[in-house]
């Protein structure tokens, strides 16, 4: 199948596809061989044809290269305080550029009421996608949402009844990273807006021990890549325009780091954060 789509999806010439699997880590088979009951010799096959179908729809290097078989939430320091913290009555979670939900869908493994989880992602094939994956269509009854962060209020009802309703725990990995530092600041606006006073974004993204702009995957484009000092700088802007107070704690490490990337060089770091609105 990867052979059918050569010409139509360059981007695979650009290091953002890569061979199929012959193994996937053990997270994700535990999660579709117990929640989805996928038989454990189909579990590979699953994956690669997902993957094939992902980015057929969405040619990134998030489908291509199979970040989306790494359970980022369930990897983070803080995922046994944040499961428990989502057993609370009426607790609310929400995935910022939830792809397929597949962090979301181990929380529910892990014991979470589905029904206070969210989903959100611009695209809304993935989201369908999902169901496809995880083979629960009809038993899943967590709320997606197809939005556009950068819009916010704009977008109306979809965007206000986030706001209205308040998250307890927002993850959010491998999406400020995307943007120049102008836009990060202005999609962190919106999502401050969305979180509960004492409530936590946690993630992780791409950083530099070296703070400025890189080339991004879009040709002749830039984003900005934080360490902790820069990063905590963003959050208390975005605190004084929202009228919100944030404590930022975060580190830097090489997990993930790939030096042979187009859009990484030998500064590259992983960003590993968890932003607290403490007002």
């Known amino acids: ?19 199929d699997l012959t193994e996937v880590n053990e997270p994700i088979r535990k999660l579709l061989e117990n929640y989805s009951k996928i038989p454990s010799p189909e579990v590979v096959k699953h994956v690669n044809t997902m993957r094939e179908r992902g980015f057929a729809s969405n040619p990134y ?9 790494n359970l980022t939430l369930l990897t983070h320091p803080l995922y046994d305080t944040i499961v428990e913290r989502l057993k609370a009555t009426n607790a609310t979670y ?3 550029g939830c792809c397929f939900g597949q962090d979301l869908r181990q929380l529910v493994q892990d014991g979470i009421p589905s029904e206070r989880l969210i989903g959100l992602d611009v695209a809304g094939n993935l989201i369908e996608l999902g169901y496809e994956f995880f083979l629960d269509r009809e038993t899943l009854r967590s709320r997606f949402v197809i939005a556009d962060v950068l819009k916010g209020t704009a977008q109306g009802q979809v965007w206000t009844e986030l706001e209205e309703r308040g998250i307890d725990v927002m993850h959010c990995s491998a999406f400020l990273h995307l943007f120049t530092l102008d836009v990060q600041i202005e ?15 946690v993630g992780r993204q791409s950083g530099s021990v070296k703070p400025g702009d890189m080339p991004a995957i879009m040709e002749q484009s830039f984003s900005y890549r934080h360490d902790v000092d820069t990063f905590d700088s963003m959050w208390q802007k975005v605190g004084e325009a929202t009228r919100t107070r944030w404590k930022v704690e975060g580190a830097l490490d090489m997990v993930g780091v790939n030096h042979n990337s187009p859009i990484e060089d030998e500064n590259s770091r992983r ?6 609105r403490i007002e």
């Open 1 to 19: 199948m990867a052979a059918t789509n050569e010409t139509s999806f360059p981007e695979r010439n650009r290091g953002w596809y890569q061979d």
């Open 61 to 69: 290097p998030c489908i291509g290269l199979y970040r989306f078989a």
């Open 94 to 96: 929400l995935d910022v």
């Open 187 to 201: 999609a962190a606006k919106h999502l401050a807006k969305l979180v509960k006073k004492g409530g936590v974004i």
């Open 271 to 276: 960003l590993l954060f968890a932003v607290t």
